[in-house]
């Protein structure tokens, strides 16, 4: 069965720095999406995309968040100057193109920010 | 604002009864709606979904009930079994107007299941 693919499962980095978290949608879906949950609370939006821009976004994802596809497989989410607040659980989901609803989620990377 | 929330954090029941947990949301626009399981470490598991124009959908095991007069959602889990141990979150999409997919998730229940 096709999944969402995550990497890395878990990162550690100091505050400050930038981390780039990576995920590889299901492939024949065409919209994608970042969402966080911070330990212990509900799961929030992020961004989403679609054809190559940025769709919709959330009041989190400020200048120090970017995403990208470089390439027709890979989805990123780039968090730059990483602070404390930041240590969460990043998943990213799609969800195919024809209007169903239903996101597709991967495992999860867990970001911790020291 | 507008928010989806969860009226009990944790629910324990005895393997074999059933599970019910419970859902509030206010955005009335909101056109759809989706339970998940997450299991510790795991990402959110689709179980079942429903649209704002029907008031019940059934899959296997599981029942989704929607109120909207009351804007109340709620999971039923016929014969619990261990393996339903899992925090459930309600997800709801509202009328964005962007097409996207956005979905706003509510807290989470903790279901706990005794053998």
């Known amino acids: 069965e096709p999944e969402v693919t995550q990497t890395p499962s878990h990162q550690v980095t100091q505050m400050g720095q930038e981390v780039i978290l990576r995920c590889v949608p299901i492939?024949?879906?065409?919209?994608f999406y970042w969402y966080r949950q911070i330990l212990g609370q509900k799961v929030e939006f992020l961004v989403s995309?679609?054809?190559?821009?940025?769709?919709?976004k959330s009041e989190i994802f400020d200048d120090q968040f970017s995403v990208e596809r470089p390439d027709g497989s890979n989805f990123t989410l780039k968090i730059r100057s990483t602070k404390l607040e930041d240590s969460a659980m990043y998943f990213c989901?799609?969800?195919?193109?024809?209007?169903?609803?239903?996101?597709?989620f991967g495992e999860g990377s867990r970001l911790t920010v020291l | 604002g507008e928010s989806v929330g969860l009226h009990l954090p944790t629910l324990s029941v005895q393997e074999g009864d059933n599970s019910i947990i419970n859902c509030a949301y206010s955005?009335?626009?909101?056109?759809?709606f989706i339970w998940y399981k997450q299991e510790s470490g795991k990402g959110p598991q689709f179980i079942i979904d429903?649209?704002?124009?029907?008031d019940k959908r059934q899959g296997q095991r599981v029942t989704v009930l929607l109120n909207k007069t009351v804007k109340h959602l709620s999971l039923q889990i016929a014969a619990t079994q261990p393996g339903d141990s899992a925090v459930y979150f309600c997800?709801?999409?509202?009328?964005?107007?962007?097409?996207?997919?956005?979905?706003?998730f509510g807290k989470g229940t903790k279901l706990s299941v005794i053998p």
């Open positions: 989901a799609s969800c195919p193109a024809d209007y169903t609803g239903e996101l597709f």
């Open positions: 492939s024949n879906h065409l919209y």
């Open positions: 995309f679609y054809n190559n821009e940025i769709s919709e």
């Open positions: 955005n009335s626009a909101s056109d759809y």
């Open positions: 429903i649209r704002s124009n029907m």
């Open positions: 997800a709801e999409r509202g009328d964005s107007g962007a097409g996207s997919y956005q979905l706003t």
